[in-house]
C-alpha cells in the first residue's frame, strides 16, 4: 500500500525556518518523480514545487521560489522541503504528492502537515 | 500560468440527483486534467485523470469529459458519501494549477 507521510510541520514566528519530511513506504521511491502542494486554511489547493526522481531536475512556483527548497534521499524514500523566510501567507497544510508516470498526473497525497506562522 | 476556473462554486443536490461541475482551462491542455475529490480534513484523492480515465477504485458513477478548454466532472446518481468539495487540476505543464473548487452538499 502506497503510503506518504509528512511530518515537521508547527507554530514559527515570521522570518523562521522549517523544514518539513515525508516518508515514503509501498511503491518504489527512487523511480517516482514528486511534488509538494500546500492548502491554506479554508481555501483552494496550490503547488509548490516539483523534483525528479534523481533530483536532477526542479521546479517552483513563483510564490515560494528562493525561499522554499525541495530535495531527496533516495537511499532514505524521503522527500523533503526547507522552507526559510516564512510568511503568515505561508501558514497551510503541506502535502507530499507523488506523480504517476503512467498516468502522468498527481495520484497519491500524504495526510498533510500543517505549518503555522504567527508571531 | 493556466487559470482554471470552475462552476459553480456551491452546489445543493438531493440523493438520486445527476450533478455535473465544469471546468475551464485559460489555455487548451488537450486532455490533461484530472478531478479531485476533498473531504473535510482530508487530503485530496484523485477522481479522474486525463479528462475520462476513472481511477482505480472509484466508483463508476463518477466520470469525466471534455478536452482544450473545456471539461465536466458527472455524478450520475448522487450518494450521501459524495458530499465533499472537487478540485479540477491541470496537468499538462508546471506549474500545475487547480480550480477553486466546487463544494458540494447533499440536501
Known amino acids: 500500500e502506497v503510503q506518504l507521510v509528512e511530518s515537521g510541520g508547527g507554530l514559527v514566528q515570521p522570518g523562521e525556518s522549517l523544514r518539513l519530511s515525508c516518508a515514503a513506504t509501498?511503491?518504489?521511491?527512487?523511480?517516482?518523480?514528486m511534488n509538494w502542494v500546500r492548502q491554506a486554511p479554508g481555501k483552494g489547493l496550490e503547488w509548490l514545487s516539483y523534483i525528479s526522481n534523481i533530483g536532477d531536475t526542479i521546479y517552483y512556483a513563483a510564490s515560494v521560489k528562493g525561499r522554499f527548497t525541495i530535495s531527496r534521499d533516495n537511499a532514505k524514500n524521503s522527500l523533503y522541503l526547507q522552507l526559510n523566510s516564512l510568511r503568515a501567507e505561508d501558514t497551510a497544510v503541506y502535502y507530499c504528492?507523488?506523480?504517476?508516470?503512467?498516468?502522468?498526473?498527481?495520484?497519491?497525497w500524504g495526510q498533510g502537515t500543517l505549518v503555522t506562522v504567527s508571531s | 500560468d493556466i487559470q482554471m476556473t470552475q462552476s459553480p462554486s456551491t452546489l445543493s443536490a438531493s440523493v438520486g440527483d445527476r450533478v455535473t461541475i465544469t471546468c475551464r482551462a485559460s489555455?487548451?491542455?488537450?486532455?490533461?486534467l484530472a478531478w479531485l475529490q476533498q473531504k473535510p480534513g482530508k487530503a485530496p484523492k484523485l477522481l479522474i485523470y486525463?479528462?475520462?480515465n476513472l481511477q482505480s477504485g472509484v466508483p463508476s458513477r463518477f466520470s469525466g469529459s471534455g478536452s482544450g478548454t473545456e471539461f465536466s466532472l458527472t455524478i450520475s446518481s448522487l450518494q450521501p458519501d459524495d458530499s465533499a468539495t472537487y478540485y479540477c487540476q491541470q496537468h499538462d505543464n508546471y506549474p500545475y494549477t487547480f480550480g477553486q473548487g466546487t463544494k458540494l452538499e447533499i440536501k
Open positions: 509501498g511503491f518504489s521511491f527512487s523511480s517516482y518523480e
Open positions: 489555455q487548451s491542455i488537450n486532455r490533461w
Open positions: 486525463r479528462a475520462s
Open positions: 504528492v507523488r506523480l504517476n508516470y503512467d498516468l502522468l498526473t498527481l495520484d497519491y
